[in-house]
């Protein structure tokens, strides 16, 4: 992905945005974009409508950038995102990330929808991300690297921003929310773990399990963006519970979640 693949994409949006300029993106998981419809003065791009950037074909992920205003702050709402499952391509979503950063964006914070490896992080938990592991079989930089963007060998030492997560938990103790920390493990899916696979991550050292958050923390750490993240707790993992597992039961899971999740995000994005 070149350079100038950027500063178009990055003109394009200028256009249509006006003199707004966020320092913060929120990346919005499943059944989690209504979030951006928290934003006043909102302006709404569709990602089909800028060269170059991905369309999600998942329910519950619009492709769309919302340029709004959060309690005081100007705020990039970034409602869904491509998941590995989808494509083996990740050109396109890197130029979205590439973009973001292009765009003056110096903090990413993801939320993503997510399995619980622990009996007592039931759904509508949130899960802070302290570290995570990658067990999807790929990797966004694989290939030539681009010089111009960051280096060969990303650094993934802090790729959950320390200092980050001790606003995000002072935030929360302030709230009165019951925030959890944890490691997140990416399995590229698209179906759902097996019993077996949910005990080996937990022998792994995983505490949360899901399908995305990864391949953006690694495309954003590369261009020099922070990141947070909260993994919003759908479900226990398959096996834990006598039940079946499913897309509508994911989607379903977020929304008890969700109201701590937007009293969270509200409040942390004056500090970060």
Known sequence: MSEKAVENAKAQILKLIGPRRPTLALMLGSGLGSLADQAENAVEISYSDIDGFPVPSVAGHDG????????GRDVLFL???????????????????????ALGIETLFTTSASGSLHTDMPPGSIMMIADHINFMGINPMLGQNDDDIGPRFPDMGDAWGRDLREKIISTAKDQGI???????????????????EIKMARTLGGDAVGMSAVPENIIANHCGLKVAGCAVITNLGAG???????????????????DNLVKLITNVVVKI
């Open 240 to 258: 834990m519970l006598d039940e079946k597992l499913s897309h509508d039961h994911t989607l379903a899971g977020a929304k008890l979640a969700y």
């Open 178 to 196: 019951n925030l959890h920390q944890g490691v997140y493990m990416a399995f590229r899916g698209p179906c759902f773990e097996t019993p077996a």
């Open 79 to 101: 409602k869904g995102r491509v998941h590995a499952y989808e494509t083996s391509d990740f050109t396109a979503y890197k130029n979205l990330i590439r973009t973001v950063k």
């Open 64 to 71: 769309k950038m919302v340029f709004g205003t959060l309690n």
